[in-house]
């Protein structure tokens, strides 16, 4: 079967114009949605930091960045080798 040249470009010109139609329409569907939009992703990032509770119980903190093994100190007056400057 032969495909002549205006058999090709009516079909790339309807999936350009479709294409086009839903570029068109999701971006007026974010654009007239925007303020809904960024409501609900504020709500969902306020949630997920609280941990679903709104402003109290916070079961998650400072104590989870604790390390839960003691760390020997490190040794006094050592250097680790490498030089100071100004010779202190």
Do not use: R, T
Not at 6 to 12: H, L, T
Not at 64 to 78: E, F, M, R, Y
């Amino acid at each position: 079967m032969k495909f002549k040249f205006n058999d090709i470009a009516n079909a790339i010109s309807i999936v350009s114009g479709v294409s086009l139609a839903g570029i068109i329409g999701v971006g007026s569907y974010v654009y007239l949605n925007k303020d809904v939009i960024i409501d609900d992703i504020k709500d969902a990032a306020i949630e997920s930091v609280m941990g679903g509770a709104a402003g109290g119980a916070l079961g998650i903190g400072a104590n989870d960045l604790a390390s839960p093994v003691p760390q020997a100190a490190a040794p006094k007056g050592s250097s680790m080798g490498l030089p100071v400057p100004g010779g202190f």
